[in-house]
């Protein structure tokens, strides 16, 4: 049973038929009195309570009640209704431990959606069900406790269209979790549109996220379309969420409320349904504090968060990794498989990673591409670790920090031409390659046949 909790008559009886028309069992009450006899004789699946009462235009009434109710109810989720004007009472019931929150008026659509999703997140669960077992992972490599934790709320709220916020250090493998969040959805056969709002200035951003028409502004010179509308039906990734400045959250803020925008020169608005996923490193709860992160948009994207944990609190996971990324390489340049000495292992398992997996897949690949061995040790690691801090110790050779794969492993082709005196039988032997790719890098990198 969903009871709806609203002074007027109206709201109740129009949300009364929407929900019953849905197959759902439906009772109201008028204020807060009744909704208390409700909740205590009976066990509501949900509630939708507005925060405004005819005794009060604070909303005080209202949070008062939403306390009531979660001492007798503390697992029902409870949807907060409010105008737009008075969204910080919102924010308070949230604080208070509403679910999530609507505006009047309200859409259907996206209420029925949103109500799904809190029955479907709060329904009874097996114990010990293990969702991330049979989770499609993507390229999410490891076993380990903190990792199995992840994947098995991922499989519990990928189902649903819950907004994610996915929270960790800087290489941690956030996109890695959205996808999968996506690809184990409802929406997998639809759109998975990535948006770094890191990389998107205010003066872009809403051209970016919601289109344009030609002759909007002055480089305006054709029709855009927008990320959102690109996302239709799909998953919105966005990315480094914190790093959106104050204003355009507040633009990001109106469309994931209503999934309604405007494209910049025309003034009809546009619906879309997309499941919204969040990411950042920033600490919010602390922006929020600071007042640099609307608090109304961090409980919009966080009615579930994701948080990963740092590659130094998963060091079981190093070696499966190490074996994923050294495989990757071969693959994509044609390599033989690499192969790896206990001790070397051990000296990866030990490391800091304050760049966490990326830090480790760029060290991983760089030794593999730079020793052109087939059993690597300790020591090939060590060497390469250390070249990044100490570039001019004597005997260290090379430095390779601050380059790119490309640039590394044409750098090794190079070196290893000239210490093989032009000989592309010795020098493919010696970067364990055979001679046919070898040539193939050659001429990908316009290095002549002469070495």
């Not at 009462?53 to 001492?71: A, D, P, R, W, Y």
């Not at 941690?172 to 979790?177: M, P, Q, S, V």
């Not at 400045?245 to 003034?267: H, I």
């Amino acid at each position: 049973m969903i009871l709806i909790v609203d002074d007027d008559s109206a709201v109740r009886s129009s949300l009364s038929f929407m929900l019953k028309r849905a197959k759902y069992e439906v009772k109201t009450a008028a204020g807060p009195r009744e909704a208390i006899d409700i909740v205590r004789a009976e066990s509501p699946v949900l509630i939708l309570m507005d925060m405004n009462f005819t005794l009060s235009t604070t909303g005080e009434e209202g949070l008062t009640l939403l306390k009531q109710v979660k001492i007798f109810r503390p697992h029902v989720p409870v949807i907060l209704m409010t105008a737009w004007g008075s969204i910080e009472l919102a924010v308070q019931g949230m604080q208070a431990g509403a679910f999530d929150f609507i505006t009047k008026p309200w859409n259907n659509a996206a209420l029925l959606q949103r109500i799904e999703t809190a029955l479907q997140l709060f329904a009874p669960s097996d114990a010990a069900s293990g969702e991330g077992q049979d989770l499609k992972r993507g390229n999410i490599i490891g076993q380990s406790k903190g990792l199995m934790e992840v994947l098995n709320t991922v499989g519990r709220v990928a189902r649903t269209n819950a907004s994610v916020l996915i929270t960790g250090e800087s290489g941690t493998g956030k996109e890695l979790i959205a996808e999968a969040i996506h690809i184990n959805s409802q929406r997998a056969k639809q759109p998975f549109v990535k948006v770094n709002l890191g990389g998107v200035s205010q003066s872009l951003f809403e051209s970016e996220m919601f289109g344009h028409k030609k002759g909007a502004f002055t480089d305006a010179s054709s029709d855009r379309v927008g990320r959102f509308e690109l996302a239709d039906k799909g998953t919105i990734f966005l990315d480094e969420i914190g790093d959106l400045n104050f204003a355009c959250q507040v633009k990001l803020l109106r469309v994931l409320q209503d999934q309604t925008f405007e494209v910049l020169g025309d003034s009809r608005p546009r619906k879309v349904d997309v499941r919204v996923v969040s990411a950042t490193n920033a600490d919010l709860r602390k922006m929020v504090a600071e007042h640099t992160f609307r608090e109304d948009l961090f409980y919009r994207i966080n009615l579930i968060t994701v948080k990963l944990p740092a590659l130094r609190e998963r060091r079981e996971d190093v070696p499966l990794l190490v074996r994923h990324f050294a495989d990757l390489q071969a693959r994509q340049n044609n390599l033989p498989r690499t192969e790896f000495s206990a001790d070397a292992l051990n000296f990866l398992s030990r490391l800091p990673y304050p760049g966490n997996i990326r830090e480790l897949k760029n060290l991983v690949e760089r030794t593999v591409l730079v020793s052109g061995k087939r059993l690597l040790d300790a020591s090939d690691f060590e060497r390469q670790y250390h070249r990044e801090d100490d570039s001019d110790k004597a005997g260290e050779g090379t430095s390779f920090a601050g380059m790119t794969l490309d640039e590394i492993e044409r750098r090794t082709i190079l070196q290893t031409l000239e210490q093989c005196k032009g000989n592309l039988s010795q020098a493919a032997t010696s970067l364990g390659i055979s001679r046919a790719a070898l040539y193939r890098r050659l001429e990908k990198y316009g290095i002549s046949d002469n070495g």
